[in-house]
């Protein structure tokens, strides 16, 4: 019986070590909880949540509504238990967190070949079988100069300010304009531009929004490394303007002028499907981003793929040292799995874990690797971690990294449903295919 090291009780990791088992191999599960824990874990137990209880929407006509119908068919255990511990929540997936976790240990306490030692990693372990490194965004110490030296070029970053990610489709075109700053650089930037009225409006808004609290531990990183945009808007009516929102070198070709401040959008991806807001890092609730950054014009319809965010992440440049599979390119009985792998969210470092253990299990088979057509949630954010990108963050499962459709729909609603109806087909076509080999 091959035995599999899976590093990191989380989410991932035990997803991963559940896969496994039920398969039929050992695993060895090291988890440095309760001994050590890292800044935002509070327990001792696997798969413990470390902020939301809320696992997203169940809609399955939203992107994360369609994730969850693709690992139920693939057989999540995380998503079974979440379903079996959920709390009301509207159309949201919530659980309670000691009962979610606690009904994780139970299920994979019923496999005998299954080995917790609780135990810090401090490096990745010399093994002649396969071994999943499953440490999440708050890897550190020893372990994380370990995964640099195994990726020689320093591949593991630590960010803690992210900017906001749009879809393309939601920028209105009318009110906003392609041009490179001074002319350079063509059609790099959408920009968006605001008049007085519009910009003090903002800025107001922007001062008073309601922001996360921090945690001590936070505190000091994100002070020296980039400054949220609602503190610059805090310093005075010109610091936004002569900072990310600075309108010289850029003319609106609707008025010949230049305006009065301007938002950059910059292109997210390959498939020009979605923006970043340029410097728009910040510390503002989710729904608050929302509501303050639709308040610039060109944005009053724009979808969030990804909210901005301040905390410490860990990840791999995942487009320069990982297969879409999740293994490492220069050795791939290595895989990394969860929010390490350039993932983001609860799910999506489920889904990892899970695909990771797929992979193991099929190679020690003797099988080729497999992943989910591009037309589903799991094999589009696959193939997206390992595109080509100079400019790569965590990415969230999203229908823009799907595809387009065939036909032409407008109708947003119904756009969406035929997106998940194509994945969910593609998927159900994938689970057959591999339960026959
Ligand atoms: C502050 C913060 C808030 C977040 N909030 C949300 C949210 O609300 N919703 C959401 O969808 N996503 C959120 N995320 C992102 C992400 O979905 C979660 O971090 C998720 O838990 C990632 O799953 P994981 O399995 O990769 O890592 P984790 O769930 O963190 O699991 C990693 C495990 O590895 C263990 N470990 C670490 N190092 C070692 C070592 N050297 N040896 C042995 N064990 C080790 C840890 O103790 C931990 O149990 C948040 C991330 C952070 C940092």
Known sequence: MNKVIVIGGGLAGCECAYQLLKRGHRVELYEMRPDKQTAVHKTGLLAELVCSNSLKSRDINTAQGLLKNELSQLDSLILRVAERTSVPAGGALA????????????????????????????????????????????????????????????????YDAVAPVITAESVDKEKS??????????????????????????????????????????????????????????????????????????KDPETGKRPYAVVQLRKEDNYNSMYNIVGFQTNLKFGEQERVFRMIPALADAEFVRYGVLHRNTFLNAPKTLNSDFSYINNEKIYFAGQISGVEGYLESTMSGLMSAINIDRELRGKDKVIPSEYTAVGSLMRYIALPNV??????????????????IKDKKLKKEKYSQRAVEAMKQFVERISKE
């Not at 107001?204 to 936070?218: G, P, Q, R, S, Y």
């Not at 400019?391 to 032409?408: C, G, R, T």
């Open 391 to 408: 400019n790569f963050q965590p990415m969230h499962v999203s229908y823009s990294l799907m595809p387009e459709l065939e036909e032409k």
């Open 95 to 158: 659980v309670d967190r000691t009962e979610f976790s606690r009904e994780v240990e139970r299920a994979l306490s019923e496999f005998n070949e299954l080995n917790v030692i609780r135990k810090e990693m401090t490096e990745i372990p010399d093994n002649d079988g396969y071994t999943v490194v499953a440490t999440g965004p708050l890897t550190e110490g020893k372990f994380a100069e370990s995964i640099k030296t195994l990726t020689e070029n320093n591949e593991l970053y630590f």
């Open 177 to 250: 304009f392609f041009a490179g700053r001074y002319g350079k650089g063509g059609d790099d930037y959408l920009n968006c531009p605001m008049n007085e009225e519009e910009y003090v409006l903002f800025q107001e808004e922007l001062k008073n929004a309601e922001t996360v609290i921090l945690k001590d531990f936070e505190k000091h990183e994100v002070f020296n490394a980039c400054m949220p945009i609602e503190l610059m808007a805090k310093r005075g009516k010109d610091c936004m303007r002569f900072g990310p929102l600075r309108p010289v070198g850029i």
